[in-house]
C-alpha cells in the first residue's frame, strides 16, 4: 500500500522508519508521474513488509521538494536509515527501479 506523505507526517514515515522507504516524488499535472504511478503500486505490494512506498506532491509539499532539491518530476528517492541512499529521477522501467531497491535490502 503507497501511503500519502507531507510535510508534517514526513518524519514520522520517511526518516524515523525502520525499513527502507522509497518517495515518489510526483505531481497531478506531470504526465510521466502518471504513467509511474502502476509501476509504484505494484513495486509497494511486492516490497510488502521489506520496503516502505509513500509519495509525496510536489505541489503541496514544496519546502521537501527544496529540502531534496526536486527539480524534475518523477523523482524517487531510496531512504535507509534516514538517508537518502539512491536518487532515480524521471520515467524509468520498472526493472531499472528494482534494482536500485534491491541494492541497498
Known sequence: MVVEVNEC???QEVLLE???????????WCGPCKM???????????YE???????????????LSKKFQIISIPCLILFKN?????????????????KIIDSVL
Open 18 to 28: 525502520v525499513l527502507p522507504v522509497l518517495v515518489d516524488f510526483w505531481a497531478s
Open 82 to 98: 534516514g538517508f537518502p541512499l539512491q536518487k532515480i529521477v524521471g520515467l524509468k522501467p520498472k526493472s531499472e527501479i528494482k
Open 36 to 46: 509511474l504511478t502502476q509501476v509504484i503500486e505494484e513495486l509497494s505490494l511486492e
Open 9 to 11: 507526517n514526513f518524519s
Open 49 to 63: 513488509g521489506i520496503v516502505k512506498v509513500v509519495k509525496v506532491n510536489t505541489d503541496e509539499n514544496m519546502s
